[in-house]
């Protein structure tokens, strides 16, 4: 059983920078999808960014160009640097894994394994 603890959250102003981390233990397969997803206020949650074994990125258009999504395979982490942030990047930012070595894009419904999510709040 996978488990994800999130971290880094928190409060910052407009176009300012933070950085996520999720610290992964418990898997032992061969590959696994680790992705970021956020829910606003009042909306549905979302895909931000997603990477694959091998270490393919992909993101969702609100956020390309300004956050990165890293893993750290010896210190069994993931991580979203996350820069120029803006209001609507405000929500609860949660880690999920699913047990396949390509991710199938951003869609929550493949995903396994999920953290309890992490507060991060843009606001001047």
């Known amino acids: 059983q996978m488990r994800l603890v999130e971290s880094g959250g928190g409060s910052v102003q407009p176009g300012g920078s933070l950085t996520l981390s999720c610290a992964v233990s418990g898997y032992t397969g061969f590959g696994v999808c680790m992705a970021w997803f956020r829910q606003a206020p009042g909306k549905e949650r979302e895909g931000v960014a997603a990477i694959d074994s091998g270490g393919t990125p992909s993101y969702a258009d609100s956020v390309r160009g300004r956050f990165t999504i890293s893993k750290d395979n010896a210190k069994a982490t993931l991580n979203l640097q996350m820069k120029s942030l803006k209001t609507e990047d405000t929500a609860i930012y949660y880690c999920?894994?699913?047990?396949?070595?390509?991710?199938?894009?951003?869609?929550?419904?493949?995903?396994?394994?999920w953290g309890k999510g992490i507060q991060v709040t843009i606001s001047s």
């Open positions: 999920a894994a699913e047990a396949r070595y390509n991710c199938m894009g951003l869609d929550e419904s493949y995903m396994e394994y």
